[in-house]
T-cell receptor, first 111, second 114 residues
């Protein structure tokens, strides 16, 4: 089964609102990463948080990690229509560069 | 850098034919990953290499699938014989050993087997 499970599966918001996506995982991790995929394209890395970190920011992105609950959240503030995409969490295990991806959250931002 | 390069971008073939997908990773990256993405199963890791050596091929569906990495700048994923259920988008990604292990994805190859 998938290591990471995302919630919700789909999210529709208005431009300017904040979007929050959650990810839960099952086993111990080395790091957790978030990726974006625009329709018909490859995945693009957004942000990485290590297992000993609790929060990280990058521009309009904020990621939190709670290793006790085995969960992470991605917050996109002041969303834009261009943020419309699928967002995936991926867990890095203690096995080199291998990542296990979740099923993704499909975000739609309406102008 | 041109990023990860995959070819072809689209492939349509008939059941039973051999299909070869190609990937050129980013220069200097020493990890290479092959993924398959479908609506039903999401993004699945098929196999990955480190320094051209296969490390984990547990995601390869069956013996019809094989992957090689003859040198640091080239990898192939071969399906022989192909079946309609192999229809998917196949992605290649690469990353740098020194970490933090973020992966760079190619644009993908959309495979349709009729």
């Amino acid at each position: 089964s998938q290591q990471g499970e995302e919630d919700p599966q789909a999210l529709s918001i208005q431009e300017g609102e904040n979007a929050t996506m959650n990810c839960s995982y099952k086993t111990s991790i080395n790091n957790l990463q978030w990726y974006r995929q625009n329709s018909g394209r490859g995945l693009v890395h957004l942000i990485l948080i290590r297992s000993n970190e609790r929060e990280k920011h990058s521009g309009r992105l904020r990621v939190t990690l709670d290793t006790s609950k085995k969960s992470s959240s991605l917050l996109i503030t002041a969303s834009r229509a261009a943020d419309t995409a699928s967002y995936f969490c991926a867990t890095g295990l203690n096995q080199g560069g291998k990542l296990i991806f979740g099923q993704g959250t499909e975000l739609s931002v309406k102008p | 850098d041109a990023g990860v390069i995959q070819s072809p971008r689209h492939e349509v073939t008939e059941m039973g034919q051999e299909v070869t997908l190609r990937c050129k990773p980013i220069s200097g990256h020493d990890y290479l990953f092959w993924y398959r993405q479908t609506m039903m199963r999401g993004l699945e890791l098929l196999i990955y290499f480190n320094n051209n050596v296969p490390i984990d091929d547990s995601g390869m569906p069956e013996d019809r699938f094989s992957a090689k990495m003859p040198n640091a700048s080239f990898s192939t994923l071969k399906i022989q014989p192909s079946e309609p259920r192999d229809s998917a988008v196949y992605f290649c990604a690469s990353s740098f050993r020194a970490g933090p292990y973020e992966q760079y994805f190619g644009p993908g190859t959309r495979l349709t087997v009729t």
